[in-house]
């Protein structure tokens, strides 16, 4: 594959197919500088060199009842992970500063449910309006589960700009990971988050044993969805979960070729590094920020991760600059 001519393309509007797409999973390492230079030609053309930061806050955790086999706060999960229920709104505005002090562009509010109770929703719904009246450059991003359309609107009116719901996998594969909904509810929230007006950020998790064909599709599918921001995650097994034990089989340059794979399908969208990207690209997550222009700092839900610091480092010494609020 000639992987000039195919960024050429994208930067010329044209879309890759999802036979090209899977060529890029599956070239070799020998071609793969030439691939994140050519993912960074897209990139540089939408995003430049600016890297957005997010921090996450988990609000409630643990004591999920939905079974996805990856996720340690499920209840199948058995593990020390710490379970708390909602936090006050109090608590939810107090965190928006650590986002404000780490350069954060978002702030990402997330909580272990299958679905927000009227409670849960009216809880996030008085915070962002106090942290917007706080921090109004600060944005908001939710992540609450499967939503009707009249809990989507209410977020909407109360500030939050963006709400996260990711598919996970591909279609094909999900039944494997998840059983206790399928994946046409995941894609039912997806397009109701689309429809009353807030960015939708939706994106997967690779290594869980699917296919090369099984990330295509999911990255087509979340194109389907137009949507505004793809975190791609990194299996990192945990203790407790299905898929403990289970032998990571991503290697650093698979997940630069995920990675990749997503830029030239999604050119103008959003592609943020997510969980498991200390673990799984190691030495090179700097590599990572070619074809990505986005990554969550100082650790996840309920793993820790580079500080902040290191983080800020590793940005400005590969000559990418942090997105300010
Ligand atoms: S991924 Fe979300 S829905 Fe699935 S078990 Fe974990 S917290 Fe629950």
Same mark, same amino acid.
């Given at each position: 594959m000639d992987w000039k001519t195919l960024s050429d393309r994208v930067l010329n509007d044209g879309?890759?197919?999802?036979?090209?797409? /899977?060529?890029?999973?599956?070239?070799?390492?020998d071609e793969l500088l030439d691939v994140l230079q050519n993912a960074y030609r897209i990139r540089k053309k939408y995003f430049g060199n600016k890297v957005? /930061?997010? !921090?996450l806050r988990n609000v409630k955790s643990g004591k999920c009842p939905e &079974?996805?086999?990856?996720?340690?706060?499920?209840?199948?999960?058995?593990?020390?992970?710490?379970?708390y229920d909602f936090?006050?709104?109090?608590?939810?505005?107090?965190?928006?500063?650590?986002?404000?002090?780490?350069?954060? #562009?978002?702030?990402?509010v997330v909580s272990s449910t299958r679905a927000p109770s009227p409670n849960e929703l009216e809880t996030i719904c008085e915070a962002a309006v106090q942290i917007k009246q706080k921090h109004p450059s600060l944005e908001i991003c939710s992540s609450l589960g499967l939503l009707t359309e009249e809990k989507a609107i209410r977020l909407k009116i109360s500030g939050v700009d963006r709400f996260n719901h990711n598919l996970e996998t591909s279609e094909n594969y999900f039944p494997e990971v998840v059983t206790t909904h399928d994946f046409e509810d995941r894609v039912n929230t997806a397009k109701i988050i689309k429809k009353v007006g807030l960015d939708l950020c939706s994106g997967g998790l690779f290594g869980m044993g699917e296919s090369l064909q099984d990330r295509?599709?999911?990255?087509?599918?979340?194109?389907?969805?137009?949507? &505004?921001?793809?975190?791609?995650?990194? !299996?990192?097994?945990?203790?407790g979960t299905e898929f403990e034990g289970q032998a990571n089989p991503l290697s650093p340059? &698979?997940? /630069?070729?995920?990675?990749?794979?997503?830029?030239?399908?999604?050119p103008a969208?959003?592609?943020?590094?997510?969980?498991?990207?200390?673990?799984?690209?190691?030495? !090179?997550?700097? !590599?990572? /920020?070619?074809p990505a222009n986005s990554m969550f700092t100082a650790g996840y839900l309920t793993t820790g991760g580079q500080d902040y610091e290191t983080? #800020?480092?590793?940005?400005?010494?590969?000559?990418?600059?942090?997105?300010k609020a």
């Open positions: 879309a890759i197919t999802k036979t090209e797409a /899977l060529a890029i999973l599956e070239s070799s390492d957005s /930061l997010h !921090l &079974d996805c086999a990856f996720c340690s706060q499920s209840t199948s999960a058995i593990n020390e992970v710490e379970r936090q006050t709104v109090e608590s939810i505005v107090k965190g928006a500063q650590a986002a404000v002090d780490r350069q954060a #562009k978002r702030y990402c295509v599709d999911l990255i087509f599918a979340l194109a389907d969805l137009d949507v &505004d921001s793809v975190p791609i995650n990194f !299996l990192d097994p945990r203790p340059n &698979d997940c /630069l070729r995920g990675l990749a794979m997503a830029r030239f399908s999604m969208t959003e592609v943020r590094i997510a969980g498991g990207r200390e673990t799984t690209l190691r030495g !090179l997550q700097p !590599l990572a /920020l070619y983080d #800020k480092r590793m940005i400005e010494d590969a000559g990418f600059v942090i997105q």
